[in-house]
């Protein structure tokens, strides 16, 4: 299986929680993620959506570099952000949209 590689965000709170981070490395980005039912582009679509949806955008920069880096084009996450307005509300598209211009600056 699989395990993701750390994140800056991980390394930061490793002390505290650790094993809130071995089950995220081990459980989630292992098994989860590797799980043969979707593609790994699939799922970043999946959490992407559900990120920008939920509001919760410090852990939207890390999904959406892993989506890039999971095939998902930058127009295809443009699209996500404009279509979820719709569902999930302005603010939470606009914060996803600012959330995506830095993170496409620095792609």
Known sequence: MAQSQPTSAREAVRHIV???IKYSENVL???VWERPGLSKRDRSLIVVATLI???REKQLV????RALNNGVT???ISEII???AFYAGWPAAMTAA???KDVFEKH
């Open 18 to 20: 650790p094993d809130l």
């Open 29 to 31: 980005f292992g098994e």
């Open 53 to 55: 949806a939920l509001g």
């Open 62 to 65: 890390g999904h959406l570099e």
């Open 74 to 76: 930058k127009n295809e």
């Open 82 to 84: 404009t279509h979820l």
């Open 98 to 100: 600012l959330v995506a």
